[in-house]
């Protein structure tokens, strides 16, 4: 166990190193401002329609890293900073959330596959800690069939939430792709800002590398806690 808790130290600190570093790029390529002068939304209209796709709205959305694609409603949802401002990280984040507008428009099969767990998934990552601990109770009440298998169960509920974190990582991956795409071969942006969107999505991409690793690291613990009660 104490190579696990060592490994879950390394991803903690990763993580930690990740998440400073993609603010430092954000804040860095903020102050890239857009020669073509475009802002956030009139970047996410433009790939919208250069895709041909005329049903998708683009709306702004409060606070911060809140930037999302919603195909139940077939919206763009793009944080304030980045639907108002004209610089190469709101050009990165327009285009990526875009990204995932195409991909629904292709039927692109990963992203398909993420839309399907959504359902289960926001159930089963909401409850799937209140069920281990509830089956560890049990057990340490004496109850050891009916805690193990409550246990088992809430482990089954926490290994949903890590296949959707692997899961999301083609989906997000090939968004940026189709995004930076996009940006070089239409020349929307200049080679220096398209270098600084390009590094952006880079770090962002990471984060969920990270995440799905972390979801990973923690079911296999809960997997080994169970094996040894």
Request: hydrophobic share 50%; charged share 15%; aromatic share 12%.
């Amino acid at each position: 166990m104490i190579g696990y808790y060592f490994l879950i130290g390394i991803i903690m600190l990763f993580s930690w190193l990740v998440q400073s570093r993609l603010k430092a790029k954000f804040k860095k390529y903020a102050k890239v401002q857009l020669s073509n002068g475009l802002s956030g939304e009139e970047i996410a209209q433009k790939m919208l329609s250069d895709h041909g796709i005329r049903d998708v709205r683009v709306i702004s959305t409060p606070g911060q890293l809140t930037d999302h694609y919603n195909p139940q409603d077939k919206t763009v949802n793009l944080s304030e900073a980045v639907f108002h401002q004209r610089n190469a990280a709101a050009a990165a984040v327009a285009a990526h959330e875009c990204g995932h507008a195409v991909q629904h428009a292709k039927a692109y099969k990963w992203l398909a596959l993420r839309s399907t767990l959504v359902p289960f998934v926001s159930v089963a990552s909401r409850f799937s800690q209140w069920i281990i601990l509830a089956g560890i109770i049990l057990m340490g009440m004496q109850l050891f069939g009916f805690g193990q298998l409550v246990l088992w169960l809430g482990i089954a509920f926490f290994a949903a939430g890590t296949l959707f974190s692997f899961v999301t990582l083609p989906v997000e991956y090939d968004a940026s792709r189709r995004a930076l795409a996009w940006l070089k071969d239409d020349q929307v942006i200049e080679p220096q800002e398209y270098e600084g969107a390009k590094d952006a999505l880079k770090w962002a991409a990471r984060t969920y590398v990270v995440a799905a690793l972390g979801s990973l690291a923690m079911l296999i613990y809960w997997i080994l806690m169970a094996n040894r009660r």
